[in-house]
């Protein structure tokens, strides 16, 4: 089982990112997972940003909705996630995980009960 994030960098602000999330090896398949991402940035504790249902329902963060979309496409086993008006605050790691039947609760957690975590990418937004 593995989860491959990819798309971090270091953008200045007001730019745009587009993470991958690119999963392998899950059984059962993975539509049958909640997917989420999660950013940890230096000093602070991990928290949750967005979640996709199986069914496709989307969870944010009140400090990226409106900014940050994600999206699933099952075919290809990849979770996105599209950030446009990066601020600095947005700097971190940020790690996508896959909950198996999972509820996508993921705002305002660390999201430890997902059981499969990719090793995350780095986002640095400058000013």
């Known amino acids: 089982v593995q989860l491959q994030a990819s798309g971090g960098g270091l953008v200045q602000a007001g730019g745009s990112l587009n993470l991958s999330c690119i999963a392998s090896g899950f059984t059962p398949d993975l539509d049958s997972y909640a997917l989420g991402w999660f950013h940890q940035a230096p000093g602070k504790e991990r928290e949750g940003v967005s979640c996709v249902t199986r069914g496709s329902r989307t969870y944010y963060a009140d400090s990226v909705s409106g900014r940050f979309t994600i999206s699933r496409d099952n075919a290809k086993n990849t979770v996105y996630l599209q950030m446009n008006n990066l601020k600095p605050e947005d700097t971190a790691v940020y790690y996508c995980?896959?909950?198996?039947?999972?509820?996508?609760?993921?705002?305002?957690?660390?999201?430890?009960?997902?059981?499969?975590w990719g090793q995350g990418t780095l986002v640095t937004v400058s000013s």
């Open positions: 995980a896959a909950d198996l039947f999972g509820p996508c609760t993921v705002v305002g957690t660390t999201g430890t009960w997902f059981g499969s």
